[in-house]
């Protein structure tokens, strides 16, 4: 063991995105479960000001926000670069990943509103998609001919997306609206790399339905 541990949750976007990239470095971890509704003594004490996962412990020392993470892995441990090496591209997908990580919780609300805030979250959602959609034109992935590291921040969209709308029915991504998105999406899903690295589909379903079913028979 290379005196690194991950703190995350096996169906996490977030914790999936740092499992990803220390197995492109070839970095040997050990992976902590942590429950959110009973966090542990090591959580809190590692990200004492979000308490929340991932956090990286590498000889001992934390570091929180995946994205952060990512950075720190690439730069720290030898392998294949993650993020470009040119210092422009570089900025360039620092850029992207960031949008992802502030734009997204407006994709994940539409899936969930309903009535008029829903058709409202929508209009937002849609033109978080429209502007992925944009960025994707005439490209493979985001980093171009290779899976790269706004690939990595977008599995969110690239994975769990498409299991959200078929546990709750609300269909946010379709070919007509976001087809360059959804070519995007389709060869991202049918990477090797990709499947890979992320959870069962069918854990993730079941998990979503049951999240479903637990709002239908909530209060009225």
């Given at each position: 063991?290379s005196?690194v ?6 169906g ?7 499992e ?14 942590e429950?959110l509704q009973?966090?542990?003594q090591?959580l809190?004490e590692?990200?004492?000001v979000?308490?929340k996962?991932?956090?990286l412990?590498h000889?001992?020392k934390p570091?929180a926000?995946?994205l952060?993470i990512?950075?720190y892995i690439?730069e720290v441990?030898?392998?294949?670069c993650?993020l470009?090496?040119d210092p422009?591209d ?11 990580d ?18 409202e979250?929508?209009?937002e959602?849609?033109?978080v ?5 944009n ?6 992935f ?5 899976i790269?590291?706004?690939d990595i ?8 997306i498409g299991?959200?709308e078929?546990a709750t029915?609300?269909v946010?991504?379709?070919s007509e ?10 060869k ?7 499947k ?5 589909r069918?854990?993730?379903l079941?998990y979503?339905k049951?999240?479903?079913q ?7």
């Amino acid at each position: 063991m290379s005196g690194v541990k991950l703190l995350g949750i096996n169906g996490s976007p977030a914790s999936r995105r740092v499992e990803w990239a220390l197995k492109i470095k070839g970095v040997e971890y050990e992976f902590i479960e942590e429950d959110l509704q009973n966090k542990s003594q090591l959580l809190l004490e590692s990200n004492p000001v979000y308490k929340k996962i991932p956090v990286l412990l590498h000889n001992g020392k934390p570091i929180a926000e995946s994205l952060v993470i990512i950075e720190y892995i690439d730069e720290v441990f030898e392998g294949p670069c993650i993020l470009p090496k040119d210092p422009y591209d570089r900025a360039i997908a620092r850029f992207w990943a960031k949008f992802l990580d502030e734009k997204l919780p407006a994709v994940w609300k539409a899936l969930w509103s309903q009535g008029e805030e829903q058709e409202e979250d929508k209009k937002e959602a849609y033109e978080v998609l429209k502007v992925l959609d944009n960025e994707l034109k005439d490209k493979k992935f985001f980093g171009g001919d290779g899976i790269g590291f706004v690939d990595i921040a977008a599995n969110f969209v690239g994975f769990w997306i498409g299991i959200v709308e078929e546990a709750t029915g609300v269909v946010l991504v379709t070919s007509e609206k976001f087809p360059n998105f959804c070519a995007w999406r389709n060869k991202y899903l049918n990477c090797d790399q990709v499947k890979e690295n992320m959870p069962s589909r069918e854990m993730l379903l079941g998990y979503f339905k049951s999240r479903v079913q637990a709002v239908a028979n909530g209060p009225k």
